[in-house]
Nanobody, 125 residues
Framework: VQLQVSGGGLVQAGGSLRLSCTAS????????MTWFRQAPGKEREFVAA????????FYADSVKGRFTISRDNAKNMVYLQMNDLKPEDTAVYYC???????????????????WGQGTLVTVSS
C-alpha cells in the first residue's frame, strides 16, 4: 500500500486548504483512512478518520466544526477540507490507512501500518 499526500502550503489564519491522499491499493473501500498531524516538538496526533463513505467520521475535538474528512472510493482518494485554520493547526499532516481498526483504537498512530509521506501546513497569524 502506497499513500501519496498533497495539498499543503502556507495560509493565513481563517483561511482554507484541502489535503488529498491517493492510495495505491486494491479494495480501497475496505481501508480505514485517517489523517494525523505532527507539530514541531510534539507527538503525532489524530485529526480525523473515515471507515467507509457511508459511515460517520471521527474527529479530534480541536478540529470539529472546522475540518471535514471525505473519501472517493472510485478514485482511491481521501480528502481533508480544512476551514477556519488557526496557527495551532500548523503541522505536517499525514495520511494513514489500515484494513482493521476498531473504533476505540482509531486515534492511535500504532493502529496503522501504512503511512503517506506527509505535507506541511503552515498557518500564519
Amino acid at each position: 500500500v502506497q499513500l501519496q499526500v498533497s495539498g499543503g502550503g502556507l495560509v493565513q489564519a481563517g483561511g482554507s486548504l484541502r489535503l488529498s491522499c491517493t492510495a495505491s491499493v486494491v479494495s480501497f473501500g475496505m481501508y480505514v483512512m485517517t489523517w494525523f498531524r505532527q507539530a514541531p516538538g510534539k507527538e503525532r496526533e489524530f485529526v480525523a478518520a473515515l471507515k467507509r463513505s457511508d459511515s460517520r467520521p471521527f474527529y479530534a475535538d480541536s478540529v470539529k466544526g472546522r475540518f471535514t474528512i471525505s473519501r472517493d472510493n472510485a478514485k482511491n482518494m481521501v480528502y481533508l477540507q480544512m476551514n477556519d485554520l488557526k496557527p495551532e493547526d500548523t503541522a505536517v499532516y499525514y495520511c494513514a490507512a489500515d484494513r482493521q481498526v476498531i473504533n476505540s483504537a482509531i486515534s492511535r498512530p500504532g493502529s496503522y501500518d501504512y503511512w503517506g509521506q506527509g505535507t506541511l501546513v503552515t498557518v500564519s497569524s
